[in-house]
């Protein structure tokens, strides 16, 4: 589990480090900054998967990313997260102007892994700078990776070994496991109104296209009552039936009141992202981190009480980060599971937490 998480220089995120909880919910007014939070975090996953470049460059490159608030800010944007046992930090900063044409594209300036919540010198695993990484032995002697790693190029995705490197290895895989939904597509022509191929899907996608799939998994591999029972806390009486047909899958919803079952096509949009939410909670492989971004959008508010109490449930089996700016969702949540509420505001265009005591914490220099 996440201990501690720290952003710094991203937006409207000078400097901000929080613990955190198994179950966790960031709120406040619009403008405060959550949705700069749930994207630092969308970064800090995204370079475990070699992705951070490119999702940097899709917001305008580093320097658009880069603290935006009044007077000098940081001229890096560094991530950074401890658990019980490890730590982990990244320097982005500028690239050097007329070196190259991609010039949206952050460099990284340094990553450091480290034992424990704290970096300290004793205590550090695998440092970068520059194109080497080296890394400590059971000795405590420092060696050098083999390998020549580009600016772009992360030690996480590049520099991990089962023999020399195993920690970073091991918290790369950790990383690659966290799950992001953010406002499931339930348009008219979302493919999750469409019948799709079906294999087992222990793990609902992001688009949420392979909701029949993921629903059939749980009732054949996963929590089939938990599932009933989230269904019938939303909606009373009601029944899922998945049919097949070759190698397609279609979802009906039968409800009280209603003459026949409906297909997935005909469900009204509050409806069909309740059923997504109810299947991404309970995947049968469930993950050490999921996050949800806003996940009231399109719910009817009778329906925010029984996905808090889902929310709840859900943190029993992973660490849990709500981003939500519904009261209602917020007061469900927490009337059915201690959480940690993180309450977002701005002062003079910082992204600041109410009554946070920030936890120790320290960058690696470059």
Not at 205 to 226: K, M, N, R, V
Not at 234 to 245: Q, R
Request: charged share 20%; aromatic share 6%.
């Amino acid at each position: 589990m996440i201990t501690t998480l720290s952003l710094a220089g991203y937006r409207s995120l000078r400097n901000v480090s929080l613990e955190l909880e198994a179950l966790n919910i960031v709120t406040g007014p619009n403008g405060s900054g959550k949705s700069s939070l749930y994207r630092a975090l969308r970064l800090l996953a995204e370079i475990a998967q070699g992705g951070v470049v490119r999702l940097l460059a899709l917001e305008g490159g580093v320097d658009s990313a880069l603290w935006a608030g009044p007077g000098k800010g940081p001229v890096s944007i560094r991530l950074g997260y401890a658990t019980d046992d490890y730590g982990y930090a990244i320097d982005l900063g500028l690239p050097i102007p007329g070196r190259s044409m991609f010039n949206l594209d952050p460099v990284i300036k340094t990553e450091s892994l480290w034992v424990g919540q704290i970096l300290r010198p004793r205590n550090e695993l695998a440092r970068r700078g520059g194109p080497m990484v080296k890394v400590r032995d059971g000795n405590h002697n420092w060696h050098v990776v083999p390998t020549d790693l580009a600016p772009f190029d992360s030690m996480m995705t590049h520099a991990g070994d089962p023999q020399n490197a195993r920690e970073l290895l091991m918290l790369r895989e950790f990383m690659r496991n966290w799950r992001f939904y953010d406002h499931f597509r339930t348009d008219r022509d979302a493919p999750v109104r469409q019948p799709q191929i079906a294999t087992r899907t222990p793990v609902l996608s992001g688009a949420g296209h392979d909701l029949a799939a993921a629903i059939q998994t749980i009732y054949e591999i996963g929590f089939p009552e938990d599932f009933n029972a989230a269904l019938a806390d939303a909606f009373p009486g009601a029944s899922v039936d998945i049919s097949s047909k070759g190698a397609y899958f279609e979802l009906s919803m039968a409800q009280p009141g209603l003459n026949r079952p409906l297909q997935t096509a005909e469900l009204s949009d509050g409806t069909l992202r309740y059923l997504l939410l109810i299947a991404a909670l309970l995947s049968p492989r469930p993950p050490p981190l999921m996050v949800l971004n806003e996940p009231e959008m399109s719910l009817h508010p009778s329906l925010l009480p029984p996905l808090g109490r889902l929310i709840a449930k859900a943190s029993q089996r992973c660490q849990m980060i709500v981003v939500s700016h519904a009261p209602e969702l917020v007061a469900a949540i927490e009337g059915a599971a201690p959480a940690r509420k993180i309450a977002l505001f701005k002062h003079n265009g910082e992204t600041r937490i109410e009554d946070n005591e920030p936890p120790p914490w320290e960058w690696p220099d470059r």
